[in-house]
């Protein structure tokens, strides 16, 4: 059963506009592919039918009066269409309710609301989740993400985000994130540096000041702490030909390269630093990877760089086994390339797996409770990243519950190859 708050939508989006990622949170902006796929045509076979029974589990049914969960995503706005995020989330509740038992045994119903990415839209969706006595709102990446959080906050009510770059997220000690806040532009860099044995890295920064906050203040003691050189390079938007800037990099074999900056941008830097015969490693943030930055650099200038990914897209991993498995034996019409659909199943399995040894009344109060109380366990659908919601991940930032995140390294088309978990470490006690 699914209470629904009225959403205008008839189709789901296999891609997602650059547009539409540098609206969101920086902690969100990971890689993400548009690959092609040949599914459409093929036919299930009994050996994959049977593999998609054991990946799913045996069966074990929920039952009793059911639990509210709150599922929030941006849905279809006019920059964006994530949703095949709700989808996605139907797909998981049965899912749940067919073979995880549901929620503390009981069933789980969704109610969905969808933001259109409006900041507006956002805290109604907030006071929705509050008005039809949710237990705890899972929310898929939003733009918007402050606005629904705030009124679920001041009520008490657990959020699970899929990523939050909001301080006052962050600090919120009934929120949790299942993205690493400081991955995606300097833990990826730090873990990329050690794996690679060099002591230097090296960013070059759109020269805008909400790139500028993390290079600036947070990368130094970070570089220092982990025993790395540091140089900041800001070179101003626009800046078509960055040769003069990045001469001091040429010859450098010791050090990663980090490019933090829009594809355009990236664009620039990248063909800059073949201009000046740079041979070392080449990193960047995932908005870098479009399909403008595919027709503007050459595939072997592309080949080999290491970007940071949210979820994997593709593959045979147990964790991707096990999403298609859901998808293809609950869902209906749902797109498995998609980014945005990965990204809300691990965001609400993510949620249910905290959830597994919850006992007696389900409230607010004891959902919150029993995701902090969680030990480390594998993070549903996310090839090996492990979580935990104990506010110790980064004691800076409660409501982190992963540490590190996955990498791929692109082809000499552009495209991910396989996915490797970097930067994560045990969270204690």
Known sequence: MQNTVPRDRTRWSRRRSARALLALPLASLLFVAACSSDDEDATTTPTETAAAANALGPVDKA???????????????????????????????????????????????????????DPARGTDCGNQMIEKDVVAVAVGESAVAEGVWKPLADADIPVMFFGAGSPSILSDPNSFTIGDPTFATLQLPISLAKDKGLKKVTEVVIDVPAALHNAQDLAPPLMEKAGLEYELIRIAPGTADMTPQLQGVAGDKSSVVFIIGND???ISAINGLRAVGFEGTVSAISQCITDATRKAVPGDDLEGM???????????????????????TYGKDVDTGSSAGRGMFVTFAGLAASLEDI??????????????????????????????CNGKAYPDSPAACVRGGLSTTLDSDGQPTEYKVLGTSPIPD
């Open 63 to 117: 039952a009793g009066e059911p639990v509210k969960i709150g599922i929030v995503s941006d849905g279809r706005s006019a920059a964006i269409d994530n949703s095949v995020q709700f989808a996605v989330a139907e797909a998981t509740a049965k899912y749940l309710n067919e073979h995880r038992g549901g929620i503390g045994g009981r069933p789980v119903e969704l109610v969905t609301c969808e933001t259109q990415a």
């Open 264 to 266: 355009s941008f990236c």
């Open 306 to 328: 290491v970007i940071g990914a949210s979820v994997p897209v593709g593959g045979d991993d147990p964790s991707s086994v096990l999403y298609n498995a859901v998808i293809d």
């Open 359 to 388: 006992k007696g009344e389900i409230t607010p109060a004891t959902v919150t409770a029993a995701i902090k109380a969680a030990p480390e366990k594998e993070l549903p659908g996310a090839s090996g990243l492990q979580f935990r």
